[in-house]
C-alpha cells in the first residue's frame, strides 16, 4: 500500500487479473483500532489476487487476543484467517550483514518486519553440503551447484568465455572458501596473459580464508564485496572496475589495497570494519566515494587519488588514523567528519565547496567532541575549504594559496606563547618554529609538543629540533618574511568573518615576524618602538605603561630644567654718592626667585598631556628646553592615550 493510506484503502485497492502474480499489500505496524476496521469482505477480494502482509508488536498482538470487547472478537477472527509468524526482535550478524547489501546507507540497529524482509537469503542456493556437514548457501550458478562444488571442467565451462564472448560473471555469493580454493576459481578467469578478466564479481557475504588476490584485474562490471569476511588481505591493486565498487559491512583481517585502481562508478565502505589500512593512492574513481573509517585500525591513504563527484570521509572517536589526502583531486567536493586522526592536505585539488569539521557525539555523560588534527596544507588552493573545530596547533599554512579565503568555524585551535608573564595569544607553529630555531633568548620554551605530528613517538615529540644558531641571516629573514605573509593572509579571512579579537591575534603575529625580517634600520626601529609602547596597538596595559612612564620623565624634566625660575619684586633702598639724606628712599627691584616645585611640574605634565590643542590655564614660565618638553608632551601624551583606546577596541569588538 502507499504510505499514509487509511486501512479502508483494501477496498479500493487495485488489484491484478486472476491467475496473474499475485500483489503485495504491506501493512506495516498495524494498531488495534487499524486491525477493529479490517472485515472479511476485504479479504475476500483479495482472495487468489494479493497477499496482505501485516506487522504488530508482539506486545499489541497479545493485548488484542487477551481483550474480550466486541473489537476485540473481531480481531480475533481476522487474526484466525492469518498464517501468523513469529520473528526475533534482533537480526543476528549475517542477517544484519544481508541487510546491509541492500541498503547500504540504512542502519540496522533495531529489527523490524521491513528489516527481517531484506535479510532474507537474496538468491538460490547450493544443492551441496559442506565439509563441516553443514547446508551450502553459495549462489547456485550450474546444476543446483556454486562454484565451489563444480569440477574443474566444469568450472573451466562456467567462466573461461571463448574468443568472441563477453567475460562471464563471477558469483561467489555465500561461498566459505580457503584461499587455495578461491585461487582455483580464479584461475578459471585468466586470459592467456595470466590476468584475470571477469564480468560482474560478486562476493557478498562469502567467507574467505586467507588474501583475495584481484591485482590488475580487467572487471567488466560491478564488484560486490559487501556483508564478506576476508581473514586476509584484499588487493584491487591495479585493477579496473566498468561499475561501483560496494564494500558495505566488509570485515577484513589485513589490508585493503587499492592503490592505482581504476572505478568507472562509485566506492563505498559504509559499516566496513577494516584490521589495517585503506590505500588508495593514484586511483581514479569516476563516481564519488564514502568512507567509513570508524572501525579501521590503520590508516586511510588517498595521495594522488582522483573522485569525480562528491565523496564523504567518517571518522573514529576513539582510534588514531592518519588520513593522507596529498595530492588528491575531489572534483565533486569533500566532507570529512574526522575524530582523533591526523589529516594532511599537501597540494589537494578541491573544486567544489569543502568541509573538514571534527566530531560529536551525545550520551548519558554528556557531549564529547574530538578534533582532527590537521598537519599541512601546503600547495592547496583553500578557496572552497571550511575548517569547522580542527586543531590547527600542528599546522603548516606555509605555501597555501588563496588563505585570505580559508573560512575557519568555530573557536581557533592554536598553540600560545610559552611566557606566562606574557599577554596570551595565538600562535601559529611556524612561528614556533622559527624562534625555537632562531631566538636567542627562552628558545627552549618555544614549539611544544602539541605543535608537531602526533604519529611521532614520545621521544621524537619531546626532543625538538636543534636551534639553527649557524644559519645566514638572510634565510632566517626570508623565512620570517613568509610566516609573516600567512598571518597577513589569514588576518584577512578573520576580519571577513567578522573575527576582530581573531584577527588581532594574527595581526600581532604578522608584526612581530615582520619585525624580526627587517634588517636594523629606520624601519626596524619604528617596529621596535611600536612594538615597545602599545604591542603594535593591541597591548592596553603597555600604552597606559608608556604614558605613565612618560608623564613620571617629563615632570622630573620639567621641574630640573623645564621650568623658569620665578620673578620675585623686592625695595632696594638707593644711595646718592656724596649726598647723605636723613630718611633712605628705596626703588623696586625685580630678581630670580625658586623655581616651581614638584607640584608644579606633575600638573602641568597632566595637563599638556591631555591637551593637543588648547593650552594649558595659567601655565608657568618655560626655559627653552620646557619650550621644547611642551610640544613632545603635547603630541605624544595623545597619541598613547589613542593607542590604548584602540587596542581596547581590539579585544572587546565582535
Request: glycine share 8%.
Amino acid at each position: 500500500m502507499p504510505t499514509g493510506l487509511p486501512i479502508t484503502y483494501l477496498d479500493l485497492a487495485p488489484l491484478p487479473d486472476q491467475g496473474a502474480e499475485s500483489a503485495l499489500l504491506w501493512l506495516d505496524d498495524l494498531t488495534e483500532k487499524e486491525l477493529g476496521k479490517l472485515t472479511d469482505a476485504m479479504f475476500e477480494r483479495l482472495s487468489g489476487r494479493a497477499i496482505a502482509l501485516g506487522t504488530i508488536p508482539a506486545d499489541r498482538y497479545s493485548r488484542a487476543l487477551a481483550d474480550k470487547s466486541y473489537i476485540s472478537s473481531r480481531i480475533s477472527s481476522i487474526l484466525g484467517r492469518a498464517r501468523i509468524i513469529h520473528l526475533d526482535g534482533a537480526l543476528t550478524p549475517r542477517e544484519r550483514s544481508a541487510a546491509q547489501i541492500m541498503y547500504p546507507n540504512e542502519r540496522f540497529d533495531k529489527a523490524g518486519i521491513g528489516e527481517q524482509l531484506v535479510s532474507a537469503v537474496l538468491w538460490d542456493t547450493c544443492n551441496q553440503t559442506r565439509e563441516d556437514g553443514e547446508h551450502c548457501v553459495g549462489a547456485q550458478v550450474r546444476a543446483g551447484r556454486c562454484l565451489d562444488h563444480l569440477e574443474d571442467r566444469e568450472l573451466e565451462e562456467t567462466l573461461r568465455p571463448s574468443t568472441e564472448e563477453a567475460p562471464r560473471d563471477l558469483d561467489i555469493r555465500g561461498i566459505r572458501l580457503s584461499s587455495g580454493r578461491l585461487d582455483r576459481i580464479l584461475a578459471a578467469c585468466r586470459t592467456p596473459d595470466d590476468h584475470i578478466r571477469t564480468g560482474a564479481i560478486r562476493l557478498e557475504l562469502a567467507a574467505v580464508q586467507g588474501d583475495v588476490n584481484l591485482t590488475d584485474a580487467a572487471i567488466d562490471g560491478a564488484v560486490s564485496l559487501a556483508g564478506a569476511e576476508i581473514e586476509g588481505g584484499v588487493y584491487l591493486a591495479g585493477a579496473r572496475i566498468d561499475g561501483n565498487l560496494y564494500m558495505a559491512g566488509l570485515k577484513v583481517s589485513g589490508d585493503l589495497n587499492l592503490a592505482n585502481i581504476k572505478v568507472a562508478g562509485d566506492i563505498s565502505s559504509a559499516d566496513a570494519k577494516i584490521d589495517g589500512s585503506i590505500y588508495l593512492a593514484g586511483a581514479i574513481i569516476g563516481g564519488g566515494g564514502s568512507f567509513d573509517v570508524t572501525n579501521v585500525a590503520g590508516d586511510l591513504q588517498l595521495e594522488a587519488s582522483e573522485f569525480t563527484r562528491w565523496v564523504s570521509l567518517n571518522g573514529s572517536f576513539s582510534s588514531m588514523n592518519k588520513v593522507d589526502l596529498s595530492g588528491a583531486h575531489f572534483l565533486g567536493g569533500l566532507t570529512a567528519r574526522l575524530g582523533n586522526a591526523e589529516v594532511l592536505m599537501d597540494r589537494v585539488e578541491l573544486r567544489a565547496p569543502s568541509v573538514v569539521a571534527d566530531l560529536s557525539r551525545i550520551d548519558e555523560r554528556g557531549e564529547t567532541i574530538v578534533a582532527p588534527h590537521l598537519l599541512s596544507l601546503t600547495g592547496t588552493d583553500v578557496t572552497a575549504l571550511t575548517l569547522s573545530g580542527v586543531d590547527l596547533r600542528p599546522c603548516r599554512f606555509s605555501g597555501a594559496f588563496d588563505l585570505d579565503n580559508l573560512r575557519i568555524e568555530g573557536s581557533l585551535r592554536l598553540a600560545g606563547r610559552p611566557h606566562q608573564w606574557q599577554t596570551r595569544r595565538k600562535v601559529l607553529a611556524e612561528e614556533h618554529q622559527w624562534r625555537h630555531r632562531h631566538s636567542r633568548f627562552w628558545s627552549q620554551n618555544w614549539y611544544p609538543k602539541e605543535c608537531r605530528a602526533l604519529r611521532l613517538s614520545d621521544e621524537e615529540r619531546l626532543a625538538a629540533p636543534e636551534p639553527e644558531r649557524g644559519a645566514a641571516p638572510e634565510r632566517v629573514r626570508t623565512r620570517a618574511r613568509e610566516v609573516s605573509e600567512v598571518y597577513r593572509a589569514l588576518r584577512k579571512g578573520r576580519e571577513d568573518s567578522k573575527d576582530e579579537p581573531g584577527a588581532a591575534d594574527f595581526y600581532y603575529g604578522e608584526m612581530e615576524m615582520r619585525r624580526r625580517a627587517s634588517e636594523w634600520g629606520v624601519e626596524r626601529v619604528l617596529l621596535t618602538c611600536y612594538w615597545f609602547i602599545s604591542g603594535y596597538g593591541l597591548r592596553v596595559w603597555r600604552a597606559l605603561l608608556a604614558l605613565a612612564a612618560l608623564i613620571a620623565v617629563a615632570s622630573i624634566l620639567f621641574a630640573v630644567i623645564g621650568l623658569a625660575h620665578s620673578r620675585v619684586t623686592v625695595y632696594q633702598p638707593t644711595k646718592i654718592p656724596g649726598i647723605q639724606t636723613v630718611a633712605p628712599t628705596y626703588r623696586t627691584t625685580t630678581i630670580a626667585g625658586p623655581r616651581p616645585g614638584w607640584s608644579t611640574a606633575f600638573d602641568y605634565t597632566i595637563e599638556s598631556a591631555t591637551s593637543l590643542i588648547r593650552m594649558p590655564q595659567s601655565p608657568p614660565q618655560l626655559t627653552g628646553w620646557g619650550e621644547i618638553l611642551t610640544i613632545v608632551i603635547r603630541f605624544s601624551g595623545p597619541a598613547l592615550l589613542a593607542l590604548a583606546v584602540l587596542a581596547l577596541r581590539s579585544r572587546v569588538k565582535r
